[in-house]
């Protein structure tokens, strides 16, 4: 399947000078079995387009045009459908985790190379939001990150942090918040780790208690679209809006 889209034919021509983005699609999809296993999650499609078009087409609208994406399960189903990006008006470059997914934070580590010195942007794959992206293009983070933190969903009712001031704390204090999937990090925060699969929470933590991680909260649209039952139901939502 061949993403076409809006070509930019001077897209090389461009000082590169934005932020670069990174989207998360190495992840296997277990809990979207049986729909992940011949489709990579972000390919499967909501209102006609691949959930992962849809991140591209907002980021693109927001001036994010240099993007990241990592591959693992079913990744040259990802790079045959996106190319270089191109034809949707953004360059996209891949990073490849040919010893099976390496997890977000080992995987962000990997491609480090791709993703320049400054401070760059992280999209999880399979959520679906309409936090405005150029809000957060010349984002400088005053510590190591800076995360959209959104209102805890009925799946995950206990959250994972709390905010107080700008400043994300740990868990368990008033009011908790669940973590988007979207943030702005410096390299400098994976930079020291070690190479191999690694999740994402216990890196945050450490920085958390050191007070190194700012964040701010996003009332809007957001879905974690990690079921079958909640991709169906993003669908229907879809569906509705769109008369």
Not at 139 to 167: E, I, K, T, W, Y
Not at 233 to 239: D, E, N
């Amino acid at each position: 399947m061949k993403i076409e889209g809006r070509s930019n034919d001077h897209l090389d021509e461009q000082p590169q000078e934005t932020m670069q983005a990174m989207i998360l699609a190495a992840g296997r999809g277990e809990r979207m079995r049986p729909l992940t296993d011949h489709t990579p999650k972000p390919l499967l499609e909501v209102s006609g387009k691949p959930l992962i078009v849809h991140h591209i087409e907002r980021l693109r609208q927001a001036g994010f045009i240099d993007l990241v994406i990592n591959l693992a399960w079913l990744g040259d189903a990802i790079e045959a459908a996106l190319g270089d990006g191109r034809a949707l008006g953004v360059s996209i470059r891949y990073s490849r985790e040919t010893d099976g997914a390496l997890e977000t934070a080992g995987g962000i580590r990997h491609a480090l190379p791709l993703l320049g010195p400054g401070p760059f942007l992280v999209v999880n794959g399979d959520i679906f939001c309409d936090y405005p992206f150029a809000r957060l293009q010349h984002m400088q983070p005053r510590g190591a990150a800076h995360l959209v933190l959104v209102d805890n969903p009925d799946h995950h009712p206990g959250g994972d942090f709390s905010l107080d001031r700008g400043q994300v704390q740990p868990s368990g204090r008033s009011p908790g918040y669940t973590y988007s999937g979207l943030g702005v990090y410096r390299p400098e925060l994976f930079r020291a780790l070690p190479p191999g699969p690694l999740p994402l929470r216990p890196v945050l933590d450490r920085a958390i208690a050191a007070g190194l991680i700012g964040g701010e909260y996003h009332a809007g649209q957001w879905q974690d679209i990690g079921t079958p039952e909640r991709l169906e139901v993003l669908r229907a939502a879809m569906a509705r809006a769109a008369g």
